[in-house]
C-alpha cells in the first residue's frame, strides 16, 4: 500500500449526540470534552495508519470557532497530515449538524503530534 493510499484509509471519523451532561452553563460543549474527544479520534486515526503503539506528544493549535450547543450531532474526522520518522501529526476537524435540519458547519480545528514507541516505550519508526 503507498503512502497515500494508507492516509486515506486511515481517515477516522466518529459521531456523538451533544447531550446535557456534556455541555457548560452556556449550554455549549465542554472545550475539555471537545479536547479529549479530538485526541481520542486523533489516537485511532494514527493506530489506524501504522498499527504500532502510540502516545501522544502535544496538542496544537485548537480553534474553537463556532459553540456546540446541547442537543445537536457532532462529527469527528481525523486526518493524518504529516509523516515522520517516529512521530505523526494528526489533524481533528469538528463539524456540529442541527439534529432536525441538513446544515453542517466546521465548529473546531485542531492537530495532535503522536509518536510511535516500543514495549520500553522508546520511540521506533511510524513505518517498517
Given at each position: 500500500?503507498?503512502?497515500?493510499?494508507?492516509?486515506?484509509y486511515s481517515q477516522?471519523?466518529?459521531?456523538?449526540?451533544?447531550?446535557?451532561?456534556?455541555?457548560?452553563?452556556?449550554?455549549?460543549?465542554?472545550?475539555?470534552?471537545?479536547?479529549?474527544?479530538?485526541?481520542?479520534?486523533?489516537?485511532?486515526?494514527?493506530?489506524?495508519?501504522?498499527?504500532?503503539?502510540?502516545?501522544?506528544?502535544?496538542?496544537?493549535?485548537?480553534?474553537?470557532?463556532?459553540?456546540?450547543?446541547?442537543?445537536?450531532?457532532?462529527e469527528l474526522v481525523?486526518?493524518?497530515?504529516?509523516?515522520?520518522?517516529?512521530?505523526?501529526?494528526?489533524?481533528?476537524?469538528?463539524?456540529?449538524?442541527?439534529?432536525?435540519?441538513?446544515?453542517r458547519e466546521l465548529?473546531?480545528?485542531?492537530?495532535?503530534?503522536?509518536?510511535?514507541?516500543?514495549?520500553?516505550?522508546?520511540?521506533?519508526?511510524?513505518?517498517?
Amino acid at each position: 500500500m503507498t503512502l497515500e493510499e494508507k492516509i486515506t484509509y486511515s481517515q477516522t471519523s466518529i459521531f456523538k449526540a451533544v447531550f446535557p451532561n456534556t455541555t457548560n452553563h452556556y449550554d455549549t460543549l465542554y472545550g475539555g470534552t471537545a479536547m479529549a474527544l479530538m485526541d481520542e479520534v486523533a489516537f485511532i486515526t494514527g493506530t489506524r495508519f501504522c498499527r504500532k503503539r502510540l502516545v501522544t506528544v502535544s496538542s496544537d493549535r485548537i480553534d474553537f470557532t463556532k459553540p456546540i450547543p446541547a442537543g445537536t450531532i457532532v462529527e469527528l474526522v481525523g486526518k493524518v497530515e504529516r509523516v515522520g520518522r517516529t512521530s505523526l501529526k494528526i489533524g481533528v476537524e469538528i463539524f456540529v449538524e442541527q439534529m432536525y435540519e441538513e446544515q453542517r458547519e466546521l465548529a473546531i480545528r485542531g492537530t495532535f503530534t503522536f509518536v510511535a514507541i516500543d514495549q520500553h516505550k522508546q520511540p521506533i519508526p511510524v513505518l517498517d
